[in-house]
């Protein structure tokens, strides 16, 4: 007898693997917005923050792996400090990102990185990068 899963079987696995990796309960955000009021890189988000929470709990969870938001975000954990139900969006988007990562798919390619940067860049800079952006 085969099993067959629908979409919304598969994201809310997705769902629940994120919430695993990321330690953060998403349906604990209530959308008050004071993540994407504190981040400093909001701006440059195609989903900003607090939308990020909103798409995980309606199951959107492809559109936010297409998006910019998980590789922009920096970790600075802005928006756990405001946040009143103490949920980090950048602990959620750090699950996110790891599970693009897992299946394989780098952001960015080494090979793509110019040389004189590579050279001139601080190699703790250049670790982090490959652990943030590369599998």
Avoid at 2 to 25: H, P
Wanted: aromatic share 6%; glycine share 6%.
């Amino acid at each position: 007898m085969k099993i067959k899963l629908n979409k919304n079987d598969i994201d809310s696995a997705l769902i629940q693997q994120i919430e695993r990796m990321s330690g953060e309960t998403i349906k604990r955000c209530y959308q008050c917005g004071n993540c994407s009021g504190g981040c400093p890189v909001s701006y440059a988000m195609d989903i900003p923050p607090t939308q990020v929470m909103r798409y995980l709990q309606l199951g959107m969870v492809e559109e936010l792996m297409e998006a910019n938001s998980m590789w922009v975000c920096v970790g600075c954990l802005q928006c756990f400090s405001r946040c009143p139900q103490s949920v980090s969006v950048a602990n959620t988007l750090e699950g996110l990102r790891q599970l693009v990562l897992r299946k394989g798919v780098d952001h960015d390619r080494i090979e793509d990185i110019p040389l004189p940067m590579l050279k001139s860049a601080p190699q703790q800079a250049i670790v982090c990068g490959f652990r943030k952006f590369v599998s």
